[in-house]
């Protein structure tokens, strides 16, 4: 049955328009008609999909919700694919898998209810797999070769449009525009947003106990994250804050309604700015980190295992998870040696 109110057609043209205002200014035309267009034919076919689909009985919400996903992710990862230096006629296939996989991944996610932050990071999970391992194929098959592997690998406008729009906002009286640094809510008539009415809408309920200020938005999302933790760990974490917020914190967590009160897509807003501005890890790529990682893998398959999930892998990539499980390190770059122990690592 037909999702009634749902002009796919014209929510993907939408998309895709906005799209233009954000697509990197140093790119050429060529590049920015790729991206445009890619974003609009995925969201187009999938919407199209949704409307006519028959299993799930999505309703408006979500089908709007999943078109927009894949739009944002194919005009990210388009952007990455330009950036990447991998020639042009290799882009498509990989953007044809990355959008399946988003709308096989998003289609069961939201049919079995999970929450929509969860449903989000999955998503994101597997288009940043499904993108990695799509590179890897190409330096498998002789296609492009490492160092362009690697340079490729090390795209992301997802995060770089969020790092600059935490830069570019005020750090105490607004939040990022726009969702992980995504595309902005398209205003088309017709097609209601996804709401989850509570906290930062443009009319304020005058007894919400929450003030919308990006302080006590980001406290708040900490509360409902915490919730899921284990009260050790949080109370670890909160001897760490300001005594003022961890109070405020701990409030929060006792209040029953707050997931009501706090939009689903401002407080994963809160989450990537949160992440953002917390300091980058060092990875430290060592040859010991390295054989720890392949060894860890090895505690879920045995060596003939191994050995079949590796066989069609270069010779190379062979010697290096092997002479790792005996302990050597077998030399190639540090990093294209953690994107094939990830990899590994994802298979499991």
């Known amino acids: 049955m037909a999702i009634e109110g749902f002009d796919y057609k014209g929510f993907a043209q939408n998309l895709a328009q906005q799209a233009l205002e954000l697509i990197p200014p140093d790119f050429n035309d060529a590049q920015k008609n790729y991206v445009a267009n890619t974003l609009l034919n995925f969201s187009a076919v999938a919407g199209e999909a949704l409307y006519n689909d028959t299993q799930f009985n999505f309703n408006l919400d979500q089908a709007v919700m999943i078109t927009q996903i894949i739009a944002e992710w194919s005009f990210h990862k388009s952007v990455d694919l330009v950036?990447?230096?991998?020639?042009?006629?290799?882009?498509?296939?990989?953007?044809?898998?990355?959008?399946?996989?988003?709308?096989?991944?998003?289609?069961?996610?939201?049919?079995?209810?999970?929450?929509?932050?969860?449903?989000?990071?999955?998503?994101?999970?597997?288009?940043?797999?499904?993108?990695?391992?799509?590179?890897?194929?190409?330096?498998?098959?002789?296609?492009?070769?490492?160092?362009?592997?690697?340079?490729?690998?090390?795209?992301?406008?997802?995060?770089?449009?969020?790092?600059?729009?935490?830069?570019?906002?005020?750090?105490?009286?607004?939040?990022?525009?726009?969702?992980?640094?995504?595309?902005?809510?398209?205003?088309?008539?017709?097609?209601?947003?996804?709401?989850?009415?509570?906290?930062?809408?443009?009319?304020?309920?005058?007894?919400?106990?929450?003030?919308?200020?990006?302080?006590?938005?980001?406290?708040?999302?900490?509360?409902?994250?915490?919730?899921?933790?284990?009260?050790?760990?949080?109370?670890?974490?909160?001897?760490?804050?300001?005594?003022?917020?961890?109070?405020?914190?701990?409030?929060?967590?006792?209040?029953?309604?707050l997931d009501q009160k706090v939009d689903a897509n401002i407080a994963l807003k809160c989450l990537q700015e949160i992440k953002t501005n917390l300091p980058k890890p060092n990875l430290n790529l060592t040859p010991n980190k390295l054989i720890t990682k392949i060894q860890n893998v090895s505690q879920y398959f045995d060596k003939s295992q191994l050995e079949q999930k590796l066989k069609t892998e270069r010779v190379n990539v062979r010697k290096f998870v092997f002479t790792a499980l005996e302990g050597e390190y077998f030399e190639m770059p540090p990093k294209v040696a953690n994107i094939i122990a990830t990899h590994l690592e994802d298979s499991v």
């Open 83 to 257: 950036r990447s230096g991998i020639p042009q006629q290799y882009w498509d296939p990989i953007m044809q898998k990355i959008a399946f996989t988003i709308f096989e991944i998003a289609k069961n996610a939201f049919s079995q209810g999970l929450p929509q932050d969860q449903c989000l990071q999955l998503i994101e999970h597997h288009v940043k797999k499904t993108y990695l391992e799509c590179i890897a194929e190409l330096k498998d098959k002789n296609l492009i070769d490492e160092g362009l592997m690697e340079q490729a690998a090390s795209q992301s406008n997802i995060d770089a449009m969020a790092q600059q729009q935490a830069e570019a906002a005020p750090a105490e009286n607004s939040v990022p525009e726009a969702p992980q640094g995504g595309i902005p809510q398209p205003q088309q008539g017709g097609i209601p947003q996804p709401q989850q009415g509570g906290i930062a809408q443009s009319s304020q309920d005058p007894n919400a106990p929450l003030p919308p200020t990006a302080k006590v938005l980001k406290l708040a999302t900490l509360a409902m994250l915490f919730r899921k933790i284990q009260q050790e760990k949080v109370q670890t974490i909160l001897n760490k804050f300001n005594p003022d917020d961890a109070q405020t914190v701990i409030k929060f967590m006792g209040m029953p309604d």
